[in-house]
Structure formats: structure tokens, C-alpha cells
């Protein structure tokens, strides 16, 4: 069955940097676009970046444009979120998910990783 594996989270101080990892099992990596989502407390779970399915087209919320990065390697099958200049108002759970699309990636997700920015 597909699997999702985010690894990386942690507490960084606002201003720092923070690698997230997804490890993708299960499918056909190559064939699917790759994204990222986020879950404050509280608060409604949202978008944060996507990437084609071979790496040409990626597309960032607003918010996070300029300071995060999202990139894949498809023959390893794992896409990464560098977050840089990290904010308190980054703090949520993130999530790895796969789909079709940079503007449909719902198909599957992973169970999250913690990110907390101490100001």
C-alpha cells in the first residue's frame, strides 16, 4: 500500500532552518505530484507547496513564498520542504501528500511531523 513518511520536524528558533523529508513507498513516484500541508492548533489544515510530477512546476502558498523551498528526488523516492528564515506562525503539523496535480495533491497523505518556532 502507498506509505508517506515525513521525517525532520522539531523545535528551531524563529529565524532558522528546517529540513522536512518524505519517504514514498508503494507507488509509482515519478507518476504523481508531490506536496506539502500544514495543521495549526485550531486551525484548518492548509496548503503550503507543490512540485510536478518531474520537478518543473512548483507552486507555493503565499505565505511561505520566498522562504521555503520544495524539491524531489525521484529516483529515491522523496521529496523535501527546506523552510527557511522560519517564523512562530509556522508552527503546525506538516504533512507529505501525493496526487495528480501541483493543484490536486489529495490522493494520499502521510501522518505528519512536527515543527514548532520558538520567537
Known amino acids: 500500500q502507498v506509505q508517506l513518511v515525513e521525517s525532520g520536524g522539531g523545535l528551531v528558533q524563529a529565524g532558522g532552518s528546517l529540513r522536512l523529508s518524505c519517504a514514498a513507498s508503494?507507488?509509482?513516484?515519478?507518476?504523481?505530484?508531490m506536496g506539502w500541508f500544514r495543521q495549526a492548533p485550531g486551525k484548518e489544515r492548509e496548503f503550503v507547496a507543490a512540485?510536478?510530477?518531474?520537478?518543473?512546476?512548483?507552486k507555493y502558498a503565499d505565505s511561505v513564498k520566498g522562504r521555503f523551498t520544495i524539491s524531489r528526488d525521484n529516483a529515491k523516492k522523496m521529496v523535501y520542504l527546506q523552510m527557511n528564515s522560519t517564523k512562530p506562525e509556522d508552527t503546525a503539523l506538516y504533512y507529505c501528500?501525493?496526487?495528480?496535480?501541483?493543484?490536486?495533491?489529495?490522493?494520499?497523505w502521510g501522518q505528519g511531523t512536527q515543527v514548532t518556532v520558538s520567537s
Open positions: 508503494g507507488l509509482t513516484f515519478s507518476n504523481f505530484a
Open positions: 512540485i510536478s510530477r518531474l520537478g518543473y512546476s512548483v
Open positions: 501528500a501525493a496526487g495528480g496535480s501541483v493543484t490536486d495533491v489529495n490522493d494520499y
